[in-house]
């Protein structure tokens, strides 16, 4: 009896799993297990980045100090530098005061030492030092190899970590400095040493912090990265799968590798997690088959016409219903509720083709909300959707009920009316959007001020074209924009042709482009005493094939608006750095090349490689950036672009300094080489005594900073003088030199010596 009842039993079991009904659920468990399996291993996937990524993020501070933190003790003995190859007479109390003023902003300097003649003569502090007082370089084997490979090289020579004869570790730099001569190449005058102190490096840069919490290691004692030895932490880091970076230092690199504190966590337990997969596996398949098995004993007592008939007509009211939700969800934005672009294209179709007796003119308004990105990024993307549905909501209180009002994009609207008069009741309505805007508007948390350019198309009497009059709405958005925002524009035909000349203008930049009608013309720069040429500064020109030369007031604007700015900056560069070669190789004696830099170019992720490729010598090419570049603290690629710059020995020039943009902590951080003195501030130089003392003062800040002063836009002999005797080092201008083509310029060039 009991093996007959389990017979009976598993007979039941098979004919239930062998149903039809059965099979979705075979394919839900399958289905379930292999989900389950799949989130198991993603589980442990994301465990393991994201461990990797929260010690990536640590590390690349902790790169990013070490080397913020030497840059900038290598720049303060740099200013050191250029203070004795300005004035080589500096004493010893001048010495003392300016090293005291630099290190007063903090740094990991344990002391500067000043060698005339490769003889120690001036060390800062004194005191706890004194036996380096009169060491003679060429005298003392430990330290003839650094400072003559210096003196050979003419580049900073950073040796360490080593021990310090007067105790601790540090890092030595040892500054050759070069005196320049009216004629003549430099002279050599000595070394200026540099010792940072290491344990003050870790310790600024968070490495002896007790919440460090990564096990660390560097190597590359010398700046020999990888192949150098170890200084920091130990070699058992290396041997569990770090994450590695690299800190660049003046000529080498370290490396440094990290792991969690205590090695790399084990992926948590997942026993739980799986056995939850399991359940919900579960509780999908016995539903299903449940489910299954009761539908079929269903259908066997119905009467299978009725279950057809009743069916059918669910089926129809259901598709109806989801018809009609898929249509309205197509043709509506979700955010606003507004309808959306397609069925704004939709009423324009209808209206093109209409052909009875229109009701009125149309008038279509495009209407874009100002700084809408700014709110996205100060407040989120939340508080811009609440902005987006309060402008929707005005806008519905605004607009009669038969006007159509859409979100056709972004922060973009559209509205499409019919009257009579379209011109007075478009600008009724754009006067009072444009109003509700200037007030502040309640978002929920926040409170902010926002604003609303429009533009606006009416059609012409008898003319009913809505889709072109969308196209000249736009027109009209665009002027409004380029007016200030915040207001309202009509389209006109002058705006039309304004806009088509336009475009054919950056057409032909894009020609120009490609056949090469863009060159470059050269202007002098003259020091200031001598009146000798010290630089050029690369102009761009455009030889149009009808207009002839054309200047750069003509198309510059154009060719930012379409974003070629950096290619006709790539283009300049080529020109002039082939010129210089021609100009080389003919005999003549080219002096520095300057060239203008754009944001676009300082922000190519591969500037940097592209600029190493073309064997460039330091010291012979300079950028020139607007003040309102490098105060763009928040773009990274533009602030390592500018470092790298220098790097690959490419002066940084600050152009139109005094346009009030600049501020003297971003000047100290960026340390360029030289500042332009704006035209604006020359031009009334000879006339008004507090331009002078303006420029009296800007001299005095590069004086103290040790960067050139150069005065553009010199008009007059009178007022070169005037800016010689404020302290200019370097002037440019029509008074001495106008720009001119490289032939015209290798005539009056003086030949090499």
């Known amino acids: 009896m009991a093996s007959g009842g389990l017979l009976r039993i598993l007979r ?220 920091f932490g130990s070699e058992e880091v290396l041997e569990h799968d770090p994450l590695i970076a690299t800190v660049s230092i003046p000529g080498g690199a370290w490396q440094l590798a990290a792991t969690p504190k205590g090695g790399w966590p084990a992926p948590p337990n997942t026993i739980s997690f799986r056995l939850m997969i399991a359940l919900i596996g579960t509780f999908v398949v016995l539903p299903i088959l449940i489910t299954g098995h009761l539908y079929a004993e269903r259908r066997r007592n119905l009467d299978e016409l009725s279950e057809a008939k009743r069916l059918a007509e669910a089926r129809n009211i259901q598709l109806e219903e989801a018809n009609r939700l898929v249509r309205h969800t197509s043709l509506h934005d979700e955010l606003t509720g507004l309808p959306n672009r397609r069925h704004l294209m939709d009423r324009l179709g209808h209206l093109s083709s209409d052909t009875g007796e229109p009701l009125g003119r149309i008038a279509i308004l495009h209407m874009d909300i100002d700084r809408f990105k700014q709110v996205n990024d100060a407040y989120g993307h939340a508080t811009g959707d609440h902005l987006l549905q309060h402008t929707a909501d005005l806008m519905r209180a605004v607009f009669r009920p038969d006007d159509l009002v859409a979100r056709i994009g972004g922060d973009e609207f559209v509205a499409v009316c019919i009257s009579d008069e379209p011109e007075e009741l478009a600008s009724a309505l754009a006067e009072e959007l444009i109003a509700s805007f200037r007030h502040p508007i309640d978002l929920g948390e926040v409170r902010c001020r926002s604003g609303l350019s429009i533009g606006i198309a009416c059609s012409e009497p008898r003319k009913y074209q809505p889709r072109k009059l969308l196209i000249d709405a736009d027109i009209a958005l665009y002027r409004a924009k380029k007016l200030g925002r915040n207001r309202f524009e009509f389209f006109t035909r002058a705006l039309e042709a304004e806009v088509v000349s336009a475009k054919r203008l950056a057409d032909e930049i894009l020609t120009g482009i490609e056949e090469g009608q863009f060159t470059a013309h050269y202007q002098q ?225 003086p030949s090499q010596v």
């Not at 004035?87 to 109390?93: F, N, Q, S, V």
């Not at 592209?610 to 570049?629: H, R, S, W, Y």
């Not at 902590?665 to 006339?687: D, F, G, N």
């Not at 003088?721 to 201008?733: A, H, P």
């Open 12 to 231: 039941r079991v098979n004919r239930l799993v062998l149903r039809p009904a059965s099979v979705p659920a075979l394919i839900a468990l399958i289905a379930a297990g292999m989900l389950g399996l799949l989130a198991d291993y993603q589980n442990h996937q994301l465990f393991e980045q994201h461990t990797r990524a929260t010690v990536a993020d640590r590390l690349s501070v902790i790169r990013a100090r070490l080397e913020g933190n030497i840059n900038r003790d290598i720049q303060i003995g740099r200013a050191v530098v250029a203070a004795f190859a300005t004035r080589p007479e500096l004493d010893r109390t001048e010495f003392n005061t300016l090293v005291e003023h630099l290190l007063a902003a903090g740094s990991d300097l344990r002391l500067i030492a000043a060698a005339p003649d490769m003889v120690i003569t001036m060390v800062h502090p004194l005191v706890g030092n004194e036996q380096a007082m009169g060491l003679d370089y060429t005298k003392t084997p430990a330290q003839r190899e650094a400072v003559e490979r210096a003196r050979a090289t003419g580049h900073l020579v950073l040796a360490g970590p080593l021990e310090l004869v007067q105790g601790g570790v540090g890092i030595i730099g040892r500054y050759p400095v070069m005196v320049d001569r009216p004629a003549g190449p430099p002279v050599f005058w000595g070394i200026v040493s540099a010792v940072i102190d290491l344990e003050r490096l870790y310790r600024n840069s968070g490495l002896t912090d007790p919440s460090f919490d990564l096990d660390l290691t560097i190597r590359g004692r010398d700046g020999k990265g990888a192949a150098g030895e170890i200084f």
């Open 525 to 749: 720069q003259f020091d200031a005493s001598t009146r000798d040429v010290v630089g050029l500064e690369a102009l761009i020109r455009w030889n149009h094939p009808t207009a002839g030369l054309i200047g750069p007031s003509r198309f510059l604007e154009a060719a930012d608006e379409i974003n070629v700015l950096p290619v006709l900056d790539h283009i300049v560069l080529e020109m002039a750095l082939a010129q210089r070669f021609r100009w080389l190789s003919t005999g003549l004696r080219v002096p520095r090349v300057a060239v203008n830099v754009s944001m676009g170019r300082l922000r190519d992720e591969r500037l940097i490689e592209k600029l190493a490729a073309m064997a460039i010598e330091p010291g012979m090419l300079a950028f020139e950036l607007t003040e309102a570049i490098y105060l763009d603290d928040s773009d990274d690629i533009v602030a390592e672009n500018i470092n790298r710059l220098k790097q690959l020995g490419i002066e940084i020039e600050i152009d139109d300094f005094g346009t009030g943009y600049a501020s003297i902590v971003s000047l100290m951080r960026l340390q360029p080489k030289r500042l332009k003195i704006a035209s604006q501030l020359t031009a009334e130089v000879a006339t008004s005594g507090s331009q002078r003392q303006l420029i009296r003062s800007i001299v005095e800040i590069g004086r103290t900073q040790g960067i050139g002063i150069v005065a553009e836009g010199v008009e007059t002999i009178e007022q070169a003088d005037i800016l010689r005797d404020l302290g200019c080092q370097t002037l440019q201008g029509y008074a001495l030199g106008r720009p001119m083509s490289a032939d015209q310029l290798a005539g009056i060039m």
